[in-house]
Each structure stands twice: as C-alpha cells, then as structure tokens.
C-alpha cells in the first residue's frame, strides 16, 4: 500500500495546492510571530509556516521534518532537521512552535515532552486541527485549471485521505484527536482553543 507518497515523490505542493498556504497567516497572528522572535516549524513540509514568516522578516527559523524531499523545497537560510519531532533533542529555546497541518501525524505526548523543552518560558505553541473525524467525505474542486478529487473515510482513530488529479494520486493517514486527546497540552500549557467550521486552532502558553 502507497502511504504519504506524495512526500517521497515530492509531488505534494502540486497535489496540495490550493491548500498550501491557506491559513498560514492565521496561525502567524495567533502565535504573535515578529521578526525578533524565535520560530521552530513542526513538521515543516516543504515550508509553508516558514516561508511566510521569512517574508514578514523573521529570520531565526528551525524547521523540523521527517521526510527529506519535503524539507529539501525550502531554500531559505534556516536551520533545517531531517528528524520526527518526537526524536528532536532542542538545543536551544524557542520564542514561538507553530505545527500547521501535521500534529495529527504525530504522538501527542512526544510534541507535549518536546515543545515544552524546546519552549522558553511564556513561549507560545500553536496548531490547527479538524474537528470532525471524516466518516465518508468525497470532493471534486477545480483550482488552476485541474480538476482534483478528495475522499477521506476513518476506521477507529486512523483517518485515510485519497487526492488525486491528472497530476498524481496520493493516500495518506494520520490519527482522528478529538478535544480530550488534546487536553493533554492542559498539564504545562494554558490553552485557548478556538473552532471555525470543521477547524480547530490551539494556542498553548507555557507556564
Ligand atoms: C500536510 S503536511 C504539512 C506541512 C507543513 N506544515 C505545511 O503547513 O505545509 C504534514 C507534514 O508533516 C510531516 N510529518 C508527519 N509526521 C511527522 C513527524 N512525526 N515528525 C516530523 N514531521 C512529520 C510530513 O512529512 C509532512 O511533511
């Protein structure tokens, strides 16, 4: 079975992209990303979060991610780690953690242990979630004139994502986390959750 081939074929910016930036912004004003501040990019891809905060002058960056053809896409002068962040080992700390679209790959206790150390402290962590686990959703959108094809359908906690387009297919699966899985931030964060639509954005204040 082909899972996240997207990543290994590197095709994902143009299988994803009319989602490639969407909310990248939001996430920027949530976190209060300045220039002068410290950001590390969790589960960078191929550098969403960290190109835009490049643009608005930020310049201390470290973008994590595991798969290699993802984080190769950014040609910025970052600190990049080919790593899972569950393995990271921060050596320095961190004004700002920003995971955009990928905390629901990841083992919710390992991002706990490691923001926290990764954190100064007061240090903001933000990222986005769905609040809906998917029982069996299809779309069909066109964007720059390509018709692309999303189905998504879930099996206890493991969500599997079908897109596809005449430029590839992908499949992928991440876990469904609802309210309480991430409660868990609640221990050593004071946490501000906010749902638009079908998302959810989580703003984490290390005490
Ligand atoms: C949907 S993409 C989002 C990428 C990027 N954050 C963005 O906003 O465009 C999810 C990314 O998370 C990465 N990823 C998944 N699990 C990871 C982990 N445990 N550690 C580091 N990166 C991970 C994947 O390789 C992929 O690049």
Known sequence: ??????????????????????DVDKLLI???????????????????????????????????EKH????????????????????????KKYDIAICRQAINYMDLEKVDEVVHKALKKRGVFVFNSFVNKPLFN??????????YFEFSTSFGKTVFHVQASKLGIDLTKFSYYNKEDFSIFNKRFSV????????????CRKR
């Open 192 to 203: 501000r959750r906010m749902v638009e639509g079908n998302s959810v954005y989580y703003i």
């Open 138 to 147: 299809i779309k069909s959108y066109s964007f720059n004139n390509v018709r």
């Open 68 to 91: 290699k053809a993802m984080l190769d896409n950014i040609s910025l002068k970052i600190e990049k780690v080919y790593s899972s962040v569950e393995d990271f080992v921060p050596m």
């Open 30 to 64: 949530l976190a209060k990303v300045t220039k002068n501040k410290s950001l590390l990019d969790l589960g960078a891809g191929t550098g969403a979060v960290s190109k835009i905060a490049w643009k608005r002058g930020v310049r201390n960056i470290t973008a994590i």
């Open 1 to 22: 079975m082909i899972l996240n081939s997207s990543y290994k074929k590197g095709n994902y910016e143009r299988l994803y992209s009319k989602y490639i930036f969407k």
